[in-house]
T-cell receptor
Framework: ETGVTQSPTHLIKTRGQQVTLRCSSQ?????VSWYQQALGQGPQFIFQ???????GRGNFPPRFSGLQFPNYSSELNVNALELDDSALYLC?????????????FGPGTRLLVL | GIQVEQSPPDLILQEGANSTLRCNFS?????LQWFHQNPWGQLINLFY???GTKQNGRLSATTVATERYSLLYISSSQTTDSGVYFC???????????FGQGTELSVKP
């Protein structure tokens, strides 16, 4: 157990809908990152939040957005869902944004877009 | 950007065998992690090892940062070792962890 939790575990949506995924960081961790993992691939970085602000983003369109709350929990929002958005979405937390800090991953949310 | 390549892509072992997984990266890094992803998708931290050698039970890892590679050793493999092994390195800006494509390990009884 990493202490990072995610909800829901599974989700089915249809193309064009919007979805919100949630993540609760490990206690004391102020930095959270989100990753998308397509089937058979390694995780791809979506963005990172530190002190409630986005401070790093991968190659994902603006319809992928996020929030971090004062208690360091986080949300990933995806608008106008596309079939290719079907993937495992992973949240990771760490003690600080410094590169030397180990990231701890949650169990993920499996999203299927039909 | 930095490239991370893992080999082999797939590996099938008999229980009790040893194995070595390799991770090559194209630029200098100051953070490298090895993960095991179980069949349910959970990424489990194995090692944080930007340089040097570490051991944890039957697993050990060595990173030679100057030559831009890391090795993960699994000794006396067990069926519970099955899954996908990823190495990942930190890109210098924005907290971006770059993953390799993984090595899928299957340990047969």
């Amino acid at each position: 157990e990493t202490g990072v939790t995610q909800s829901p575990t599974h989700l089915i949506k249809t193309r064009g809908q919007q979805v919100t995924l949630r993540c609760s960081s490990q206690s004391g961790h102020n930095t959270v990152s989100w990753y998308q993992q397509a089937l058979g691939q390694g995780p791809q970085f979506i963005f990172q939040y530190y002190r409630e602000e986005e401070n790093g983003r991968g190659n994902f369109p603006p319809r992928f957005s996020g929030l971090q709350f004062p208690n360091y929990s986080s949300e990933l929002n995806v608008n106008a869902l596309e079939l290719d958005d079907s993937a495992l979405y992973l949240c990771a937390s760490r003690l600080a944004p410094a590169n030397r800090e180990t990231q701890y991953f949650g169990p993920g949310t499996r999203l299927l877009v039909l | 950007g930095i490239q991370v390549e893992q080999s082999p892509p797939d590996l099938i072992l008999q229980e009790g065998a040893n194995s070595t997984l390799r991770c090559n990266f194209s630029d200098s890094v100051n953070n490298l992690q090895w993960f095991h992803q179980n069949p349910w998708g959970q990424l489990i931290n194995l090692f944080y090892i930007p340089s040097g050698t570490k051991q944890n039970g039957r697993l050990s890892a060595t990173t030679v940062a100057t030559e831009r590679y890391s090795l993960l050793y699994i000794s006396s493999s067990q069926t519970t070792d099955s899954g996908v092994y990823f190495c990942a390195v930190f890109y210098n800006q924005g907290g971006k962890l770059i993953f390799g494509q993984g090595t899928e390990l299957s340990v047969k009884p």
